[in-house]
T-cell receptor
Framework: NAGVMQNPRHLVRRRGQEARLRCSPMKGHSHVYWYRQLPEEGLKFMVY????????ESGMPKERFSAEFPKEGPSILRIQQVVRGDSAAYFCASSPEGWSYGYTFGSGTRLTVV | AQSVTQLDSHVSVSEGTPVLLRCNYSSSYSPSLFWYVQHPNKGLQLLLKYTSAATLVKGINGFEAEFKKSETSFHLTKPSAHMSDAAEYFC?????????????FGQGTTLQVKP
């Protein structure tokens, strides 16, 4: 079991470009969560998705950020027109039937905006 | 609303001495509580979790935590620190009555272990 796979591990984007972060959940997991960790801070919830559905996006910035978890393929977190303040580590977690069964976190994608 | 406060941003201990990382929580209902560890440039690993069963929870690598409702605390302890324990530790509470799986993270405590 490969665990939660996130790629790329490191991503550098210039201001104004788009960033696409991918998360493949563990085999058999149908729930995906995205968290953001700003420097020197704890993780902050962004969005919770099940296959083809956004369940809770209360932590997502109102503009430029979107997430999807299609029927086939990985979950994607997309950031349009990136700014320096988007520089952070983005973590994905997955669970089989919901959080009470426990999360497994990926190793994260570290986004640097230059 | 749920919240969690880690009382120390940085803890330094000598190898072989006890570890105490302090955490207080606030929750309007019976919470689930977790401790996660993050080694540099790595993902998060679950150390232990409390979900309203036994108040003393044993985790991996010799760590344990005690849920004290009267004190709203969930401190993490280990009898004897090892060099490999040096990392960032996060106290986490489940957030939201809607059970959507939102976790609320503390600010983290950096554990330094001196030889």
């Amino acid at each position: 079991n490969a665990g939660v796979m996130q790629n790329p591990r490191h991503l550098v984007r210039r201001r104004g470009q788009e960033a696409r972060l991918r998360c493949s959940p563990m085999k058999g997991h149908s729930h995906v969560y995205w968290y953001r960790q700003l420097p020197e801070e704890g993780l902050k919830f962004m969005v919770y998705l099940q296959k083809e559905n956004i369940i809770d996006e209360s932590g997502m910035p109102k503009e430029r950020f979107s997430a999807e978890f299609p029927k086939e393929g990985p979950s994607i977190l997309r950031i349009q027109q990136v700014v320096r303040g988007d520089s952070a580590a983005y973590f994905c977690a997955s669970s089989p039937e919901g959080w009470s069964y426990g999360y497994t976190f990926g190793s994260g994608t570290r986004l640097t905006v230059v | 609303a749920q919240s969690v406060t880690q009382l120390d941003s940085h803890v330094s201990v000598s190898e072989g001495t006890p570890v105490l990382l302090r955490c207080n929580y606030s929750s309007s209902y019976s919470p689930s509580l977790f401790w996660y560890v993050q080694h540099p440039n790595k993902g998060l690993q679950l150390l232990l979790k409390y979900t309203s069963a036994a108040t003393l929870v044993k985790g991996i690598n010799g760590f344990e935590a005690e849920f004290k409702k009267s004190e709203t605390s969930f401190h993490l302890t280990k009898p004897s620190a090892h060099m490999s324990d040096a990392a960032e530790y996060f106290c986490v509470v489940s957030g939201g009555s809607s059970n959507t799986g939102k976790l609320i993270f503390g600010q983290g405590t950096t554990l330094q272990v001196k030889p």
